[in-house]
């Protein structure tokens, strides 16, 4: 498989990135599942600093270089930890061509392919949805998992379901927060747990802030969560997780 100089993500952006960890954790064992990655300045800068600078020249090299530092840094910190990485579909020309870096980058560090949990939002409108179902499929006859993040915010979600079914569905955190006592909530959350497991699909709850929702959703059997009532994300580090 040819590392892919076409897209010219061989090139080094102008600008450096670091990668921050927030846990995704499971409530049931008390335990990290996983730990989504997420892109921050060389200062520790947000990530919309580092989007504002992501054109359409350097999106490519963009997207290599968030899969290659997150390995590169998770494999240091823990490297039998899990991670999730979000990609850029629209960064993507070939499936497997463009993921030969981040194979490469694996096995240089030392990671196991199959620690590696790929997110796609539905925040970014998809370009070429059958390029993304072809994306998806590589991905997993790879050893991948993938994800939906943002679930729940739009139909944009439920179009990419309807196509091409993830490992994960990651809940968007408007639909979570105050979940605890909204009806309207509560039945939305119910359907989606109904179609997720008829597809054997796992639910991930984002933007946990509230012990009420927290608790709320564990007794309504959600076992992965991710929020800062568990850990702000924490830069080149693994926060401390707090269970209270």
Same mark, same amino acid.
């Given at each position: ?70 390995? =590169?840094? *998770?494999?240091?910190?823990?490297? !039998?930890?899990?991670? %999730?990485? @979000?990609?850029?579909?629209? &960064? ?93 909530? =509560?039945? *939305?959350?119910?359907?989606?747990? !109904?179609?997720?497991? %008829?597809? @054997?699909?796992?639910?991930? &709850? ?39």
């Amino acid at each position: 498989m040819p590392l892919c100089n076409t897209c010219e993500c061989h090139q080094k952006l102008d600008f450096k990135i670091k990668m921050a960890f927030q846990p995704i954790v499971n409530v049931e064992e008390k335990s990290v599942f996983a730990y989504e990655a997420l892109v921050r300045g060389e200062n520790g800068e947000g990530a919309g600093y580092i989007f504002d600078k992501v054109t359409e020249a350097n999106k490519y090299s963009f997207d290599q270089a968030c899969r290659v530092t997150a390995i =590169q840094t *998770i494999a240091k910190l823990d490297p !039998t930890a899990h991670v %999730s990485i @979000n990609f850029l579909p629209n &960064a993507i020309y070939d499936p497997e061509t463009c993921l030969a870096r981040t194979l490469a980058s694996a096995e240089k560090y030392g990671f196991p392919r199959e620690n590696i949990i790929f997110e796609v939002t539905e925040h970014e409108k998809i370009e070429n949805q059958a390029l993304l179902r072809d994306v998806f499929a590589t991905y997993k006859a790879k050893g991948f998992r993938t994800a939906i993040d943002d679930f729940g915010e739009g139909f944009a979600g439920l179009n990419l379901l309807a196509k091409f079914q993830p490992d994960f569905l990651k809940l968007d955190m408007n639909l979570i927060q105050g979940i605890n006592n909204d009806k309207v909530k =509560q039945s *939305i959350l119910s359907g989606i747990q !109904t179609t997720a497991s %008829s597809l @054997n699909v796992e639910l991930i &709850a984002e933007g946990i802030e509230d012990k009420d929702d927290f608790l709320f959703l564990k007794y309504n059997k959600i076992k992965y969560m991710q929020g800062f009532f568990f850990a702000k994300p924490e830069l080149e580090g693994l926060p401390t997780i707090n269970w209270d």
